[in-house]
Structure formats: structure tokens, C-alpha cells
């Protein structure tokens, strides 16, 4: 069905299932509960779940399937966002058009990158994608000023033309992004029982895109254009040798990977209409690495778990405070109480920087292959066939 | 003329710090052929033990002075640092004073304690591995070393003062003929720039000169070949490790004064000095150091009003601008060499 393998049919229907039933799936603890904090089923984390869940696949047909390792993938991200902000003041508050330009102007944006960046490969690619991304960065904070709003950032105003919208609703407000009249930020609350859950137009839009993107994805996957893509990853020399040029390839996943990276900008701004530079401090492109490195490069699903797990925990880790660690050791004796709380402080709340510099550290090490990787070990060793074990971790690639 | 005089100077410092980040990430990646994305974070490390060793100097306790009262008409308690205590009021007061250039010795130790541990800790793991794993891994490192500066020193820059001799500036210009006042450079700048140059010339001596230097070399140019003769040249480059970091680091130290240590400041002159090695190219320490001096200086010609008013913006992009056009140009940089990273 869709042109895919029963493999991936279902790979990608468990996606689609969880993608439509997160607000209860992310929503296990009754509200009232204390475990409640740990819920994740709000729009606003959802949103960036999938929406980082696009960048984050785009960014592995690059890496995942090339092997280039580009440490600028936050530039498109930005341009992405400032187009879609633009489009809200200009034309209208529709995510369409905004969602379209912001692909559009990211795309060109890769094209200019892609074609002077991919002149060189290894380290040298890596330094020139960052170097870009910088570039991008400073201007946006200096000259592009007029264009991006400078440090304050691009926001929607009252007097904004919107040719083909309002410039303000009836009662003198900003208008809100939509889908042809569907407020993005209108959400119903289901209540069953003591669970309270949301349902968010804006997520669910974010979520369908975002399975457009993963089919698209696996379709590349397994397309013969995939399999070159693989090809220039394991040995660009040999691609050369048997005549075949890999550079309009690379430039093709390149852009493609910039499109993804603007839609996911694009994104973020119909969420919320307001674009800043910082999204494209190479801390941001550093954070897209991650996720894709965490999840598991190369393979299909990988980027949107390691997308998925670092937000999750980044929201999770950073609202953990002192009271709610003293909250949970309370049954320990007094001074175990306050020695326990010392120890993990420095890992929650604002030291979660921390504990994600760590992991980030500990996923390199230990497991390469990121959570996919260790999810096949577990799964080995509890078929256990400690014979084959060795033999299938020295032939398979990652690349899955 | 003078304009360009003033400009050359300000660009130096800046130049040298470059030139002595590049310089340890150089011979980090021309030894053991790994990149080292937390070369940056050494050189924040540096800066903080000046303030350190600046607050241990500083430690102090109160004495009630009989002679002099406060406004309350008690007698007024003073803090007196117990260096005062040990060396006498004028030897300690000079001891705290000078604390930052006394930090380069106590920090030496400490460097190349951190780079041995990094290298047999963790990059020794990973020279088998992948380019893109050892990024990963170091920017990963880079992040944790921050945090924990971050947790001990909180995120203010903290102010950390050079020495009352070299405080304040003078008038180049007057030397070179010029009207007074028309250039005039802080000496701290100046004491910068030379000691950038004497350790960059204490490496390349140590390197060329000596014959552990000597081993160096041959292990850089064939590994293979040097391990063969039964030289235990692992040893020496975990060695050559902890020198790097120990330049970063004392490259740290020396600009605690002319910018207040923060904690991200490693982050920030590292994705410079990563260009600033890839303009150079990979593996060429003089590149490495011409490349350092020649950004630095280019950088600050940029930040001209003259030229700004014509470019407007120039000064944020130059360096990146001049690293992409070098790459495009010369795919090895300045002075890089056949056959390193090719691949």
C-alpha cells in the first residue's frame, strides 16, 4: 500500500497511530496525581515534538544516508520561520502560503549553501555549514535588522498590510494564525475522569505534516536515488570510478534536508508567529545532531524518537526544581534528604544543559547506533542467539 | 596611516588568542589525528584558573582595627587576606595583585592534568572511530565542561584585573612620530602579544630542537614507521596532548584581563579557531599561527567605521567570508599539506 514494504507500512502506521492518539498516549497520569508533571500530553510540547521531529528526519537523509555532517542545519530553520512570519504580515494568516515560503526560500537558501559547501567534504563541510550558519546568525542581529527585526525578533503588529487578510480582527486584536478559519492555538479538552485531555488543532496540523514527511522520507529511503545516496557515504571514489558524478546528488539531499529544516521553521512559526535569530546559533544546529545521533542515524525512525526524547526531557529535567527533588527523597533520613538533593541538583532544572551534555557524551560511547541500535541489542539478547550476535554486529550497518 | 597602525594593533591581540587556540588544536589534529571541538573549552578553563587563583589569593578574614572606627563610631573591621598574614602587608598585597600572571604557573599543572586525563579517558577511544563521532563526542565534553564552570562560577562574566603596573594605556603613536593620542594601546594588549609570541616560539623550539620534538615530528609525518622502531610514541603523544591543552589554557589565562571570563567564551572562540585552522590548513602549525594573526587583524580592519559605512555588516561575517573563499580557492588552506584529510 502507498508503494511501500509491509515493513514499512507498518513502521509508518505505528508512527501515524501514535502521531493521532499522542494526547492520550502522552497523557498517563491523572492530573490531580503527582506524577502528573511528567505528562507531556500539552500542544505546546506536542507541537515541538513533531515539528522537531521534521527537522530532525531531514537533517538524517543528509547525514544518515551521505555521511555529511553539516553544522548548520539551525540557518534554515531560521529562515524558514522569518519567511513564515513574513508571509503572516504581508499576505495573510493563513499557514498555507506562510508553510509554502518558508520551503521555498529555505530551498533556495540551500541550494546557495549546498553548492559552495559541497565542494568539500569531512571536516572541511562541517566547518563551512557552520561558518554559514554564523554568517547567517551575525547578519541577522546586524544589517539584516530591517528584515529580521534584529534582536527583538520578527513579530506580527497591528499595522501589517495582510493584503488578503485583516490587519486586525473586528475587536482591534492581532489575528491569529489559521487554517482557513481553524485557530492554530484552539484546543478542546476531552475530560474522562480525572484525565484531562487536549486536543489542539495546531498540533494536529503540525502532526499530519509531519507524517507527509516521514512517508516522503521512507520513499527516499528505499528510492534509487536513496540507494546513491548511500552509495557517496560508503565510498564517494568508487562512485567516481565507475564514471558517475555524486555532486548533484549530495546538492539534491541537501536541499532536500534545508527544505525539511525550513518547513520545521515554517512550523514553529504558524505554532507561534514570532521568529528570532537565535534559532540559528550553531547551539540549535548542535541540538539537530543530537537528536538525530541519539535516535540513530541512517535509520527511518531514529531522528523522530531522538527528537521526541530530548524535548520530552529538556521540558521534563528543566521544571524539575530543589522542591520537587526534596519532595521525592523525603522518606530518606534528614541529612541523606539534603545530600541526595545536592547530588542531583546540578543535573535538573537549569543544569539541564548538564545532563544533556552528558548523554550526548554517553550516547557516542556506548551506543553509536543511537536508540535504535541499543533496541536491537535488547531485543537480541532476549532471543538470545549469542552466536549470531557477533556475526550480525560486524555486517550490518546502521544504515537501515 | 595611523589608522592602519591602530587597526594592526587591535587586531593582534585578538590575533594572538586566535594563533594560540589554533596553534593547540593544530597539533592535536597533526598528532593524533583527532578533532577536538573542546579545544575551547580548555582555553575558558585557562581563563578561570586566573580567577581561581585570583579568589584563593583573595581569601581573607576579619580583624578589628582599634586605630580607625566607622561611621557608627565602632571599630572598624577589616578583611585581610591571609596571604597578608603569611608574606607581610606589602609582599601580599603585590602577591594578589600579580595573581593573573601568577596563575600561568599555577595553571600549567592543572592544563596538562586535564589533557592527559581527556586524552587517556576518552579520546584514546576514539581514534579508530569516525571524524564525525570524535566532533561529537569533544562538542559533547565542550558541553559538560561549560555546564560545570557554569554551575561553580555562575554565568556573569567575572571581572578579573591585570596587574596595577600594566593597568591603563600608552601612546604608541608618539613613538612612531605621530601626534600624541592618536594611537594609544593598553599595555596589558601589548604584554598579550608577547607572550602569545614567546610560547608559539617555545613550541616550535620544543618541536624542532629537541629530540623529544624530533620524535614528535617523525610520529606526526609516519606513526607506523616511528612505533616500529620501538618508540613508544602513544606515550609522547598523550604527551603532546597535554602541552596543547596547557597553551590553550595558558591562552586563557592571559585574556582573563581583557575580556571578564565567562562561561561561554570557549564556545565562542572555538567555532573561530576552527576556521582559523582550516584557513591555515589542517595540520600546518605555522598556518595555524599566520592564519591566527592574519584573521585577527582582518577582523579588526573590518570593525573601521570607514569601511563599515561602505559594507555595512562587514565586521560580523569577515572571518567566515575570507574561510569560505580560502576553502573555495585553496581546498588546503594557506599552508596545509598533501594528503591530510583528503579523504
Known sequence: MFGLGKKDLTLFLIVAVMALFAPFILNPFPTDSGMAQFNAGYPDLMQRFVIFGILAIGFNILFGLTGYLSFGHAAFLG?????????????SMNVIPAILLSMIVSGLFAVV??????????????ILTLAFAQMSYNLAYSVLTPITNGETGLQITLDDPRILGVSATADGGIPVTNLFGLEMRSFETLNIGPWAFQFSVGYYVAAIIMLISFYVAIRIFRSPFGMMLRAIKSNQNRLYYTGLNARPYTLAAFVISGMYAGLAGGLLACMDPLAGAERMQWTASGEVVLMTILGGAGTLIGPVLGAGFIKYFENIFSKINDQVVHAWVSFLPDGLENFVVAIIHPFVGKGWHLTLGLMFMLIVIFLPGGLVEGGQRISRRLRRKPAEDDAKSASTEPAE | MDAIILQILNGLDKGSAYALIALGLTLIFGTLGVVNFAHGALFMIGAFCAVTLNRLLTLSHQVVDETRTDFLGNPLKVDVPYVQDIFGEVTGAAIIDWSVPLAILFSIPIMIGIGVIMERGLIKHFYKRPHADQILVTFGLAIVLQEIIKQIFGANPIPTPAPDVFRGSFDFGTMLGFDPNVI???????????????????????LQFTTFGMVVRAGMADRETVGLLGINIDRRFTIMFGLAAAVAGLAGVMYAPINSPNYHMGMDFLVLSFVVVVVGGMGSLPGAVLAGFLLGILESFASMNEIKSILPGIDQ???YLVAIIILLTRPRGLMGRKGVMED
Open chain 1, 79 to 91: 529562515v524558514g520561520s522569518y519567511a513564515a512570519v513574513w508571509m503572516f504580515k504581508l499576505l
Open chain 1, 113 to 126: 549553501i549546498g553548492y559552495v559547501s559541497l565542494r568539500r567534504s569531512g571536516i572541511y563541510f562541517s
Open chain 2, 184 to 206: 594609544i594601546y593598553p599595555y596589558w594588549r601589548l604584554v598579550y602579544f608577547g607572550f602569545a609570541a614567546i610560547i608559539i616560539g617555545a613550541v616550535f623550539a620544543f
Open chain 2, 317 to 319: 561575517i569577515i572571518i
